[in-house]
């Protein structure tokens, strides 16, 4: 089944401890995106990535890190969460040049 | 500055009734525009696009109208059915060199009861 999966779904965690958030697609997509959804603001990308080794900052890049050394992966790297990173976040991807993105379920992080 | 608005963070309509989801954006570079929905606990899914050299797209129950000097769009959903509640996303691009990155709107709230 064609999909993306992020890992974890849930995460609860303090300020200042480093955690990682994964995506995974199966499709052989080149773009991929992190956008985080905030209540009355939708979803605002994080980063994006046209493909290995090629990412670039979105609108709110600030506290974010990202790596993109396999196609398929593109995990999100928060290196010391503050509270105002806690929202929902999505990951999504597609083939390059084609607008329509195919988004993973979702990850709901908290940052005490 | 939000590029893309959706003032309507709710929409509540009866089962059999046309919804009317509209959406406006401010950036003139954007050629094309999507509509997203958005169930509880899963991501956003894609629903129906628009190039900027359209003005309408249909498909099935759904139509976006596209009005570019007005900058706005519109979701029509006819018949709208229970199954249609969720959150509906507009979104745009903008054609540069950024490719596929898309800005959404804050998203608008359909509620269709039986």
């Known amino acids: 089944e064609a999909q993306v999966t992020q890992n974890p779904r849930y995460l609860i965690t303090v300020t200042g401890k480093k955690l990682t958030v994964t995506c995974s697609q199966n499709?052989?997509?080149?773009?991929m995106s992190w956008y985080r959804q905030d209540p009355g603001l939708g979803l605002r990308q994080i980063y994006y990535s046209m493909n290995v080794e090629v990412t670039d900052k979105g609108d709110v890049p600030e506290g974010y890190k990202v790596s993109r050394k396999e196609k398929r992966n593109f995990p999100l790297i928060l290196e010391s969460p503050s509270p105002n990173q806690t929202s929902l976040y999505f990951c999504?991807?597609?083939?390059?040049?084609?607008?329509?993105?195919?988004f993973g379920p979702g990850t709901r992080l908290t940052v005490l | 500055d939000q590029q893309v608005k959706q003032n309507s963070p709710s929409l509540s309509v009866q089962e059999g009734r046309i919804s009317i989801l509209n959406c406006d954006y401010t950036?003139?570079?954007?050629?094309?525009f999507l509509w997203y929905k958005k169930y509880p606990a899963e991501g956003p899914t894609f629903l129906i696009s628009?190039?900027?050299?359209?003005d309408k797209n249909e498909d099935g129950r759904f139509t976006v109208f596209l009005n570019k000097s007005a900058k706005h769009l519109s979701l029509h959903i006819v018949p709208s059915q229970p199954g249609d509640s969720a959150v509906y996303f507009c979104?745009?691009?903008?054609?540069?060199?950024?490719?596929?990155?898309?800005?959404f709107g804050g998203g608008t709230r359909l509620m269709v009861k039986p």
């Open positions: 999504a991807s597609s083939p390059r040049y084609v607008n329509e993105q195919f």
């Open positions: 979104a745009a691009r903008e054609n540069n060199n950024a490719g596929n990155m898309l800005t």
């Open positions: 628009i190039s900027s050299i359209k």
């Open positions: 499709m052989n997509h080149e773009y």
């Open positions: 950036n003139s570079m954007f050629d094309y």
